[in-house]
């Protein structure tokens, strides 16, 4: 590589970089200027403790309540004004740290020096453990006094896996939202859900969507609610993408239309 190609990539990764800081410290400061209560909690489970962020609405009366599932670097700024955001609606949303107690080292996902470690760590964690981590924050939910009973889940990129994953492991879900996440991989995995399933996918998301027709055919085996929405020129991870004022702007769009759905669908 010659001195002008180096120094072409060195720009690029400045100004990705750069883009990339700013776009955190947005959600920093949307964090720290939010009027809304915040809090960490922590959920003992055995020998070992769950922790959670938590965010309550400005409201008079019990609020639905709603588990958020990180994507696949943990629970980060951005998911955190998600839920924030999730709480300037009205509802209680809650994100429990999947990275909680991952080893003597690292106990959440702030402890892990990059992003990339912290992806890493979570392709690491057994699904019995993912199950108790959401088992419990759906009972912390269930039972808070401020909350109205109700308990939808909702995720993003691995955590949409999971959430869809979720909804077979518990029938008393009032909704699983999906964001380009994939559904089980047998039929039969199916079979136990309850609660209404909705997802949202980016058109420019093939290894993801290739997977939509298998889910559809399996819920309509079991008759179940499988209602689904494709936003035509939006890629992976379009949510985030897509709360970046400078982000593209079919991930702009399709952000802001899958949250007027989002929110309608937990109005209801």
């Known amino acids: 590589m010659n001195y002008s190609m180096k120094f072409i990539f060195l720009t690029i990764i400045i100004l990705s970089l750069s883009s990339f800081l700013k776009a955190q410290d947005k959600f920093t400061n949307r964090l720290e200027n939010s009027p809304r209560h915040h809090e960490w909690v922590e959920i003992s489970l055995g020998d070992r403790t ?79 453990l993912v199950t108790s981590y959401l088992n419990n924050s759906f009972n912390y939910l269930k039972n808070l006094p401020a909350g109205n009973g109700e308990v939808a889940v909702v995720g993003f ?33 199916f079979a136990n859900i ?4 909705y997802g949202f996918y980016g058109g420019n998301d093939q290894r993801v969507n290739a997977t939509i027709v298998a889910s559809k055919e399996a819920m309509e085996e079991y008759q179940h609610i499988y209602d689904y929405e494709v936003y035509e020129g939006a890629g992976h991870a379009y949510m985030r993408s897509g709360d970046d004022p400078n982000g593209p702007e079919a991930n702009i769009k399709a952000r802001n239309e899958s949250w007027e759905r989002l929110v309608r669908i937990l109005e209801k």
């Open 50 to 128: 769950l922790k959670a962020f938590i965010v309550f609405p400005e409201v008079s009366e019990k609020a639905k309540t709603v588990i958020v599932i990180h994507e696949n670097r943990g629970l980060t700024d951005w998911v955190r004004n998600f839920a924030d955001q999730l709480a300037e609606k009205g509802f209680i949303a809650m994100v429990p740290d999947m990275l909680s107690n991952f080893s003597e080292e690292y106990s959440q996902t702030s402890d892990f020096p990059t992003s990339d470690d912290a992806r890493n760590a979570i392709y690491k964690l057994e699904s019995s």
């Open 157 to 189: 990129c691995w955590g949409g896996s999971q959430s869809f994953r979720y909804g077979t492991n518990n029938p008393n879900l009032s909704e699983v939202l999906v964001f380009y996440g994939t559904g089980p991989k047998e039929a039969v995995e």
């Open 194 to 197: 309850e609660a209404p399933v």
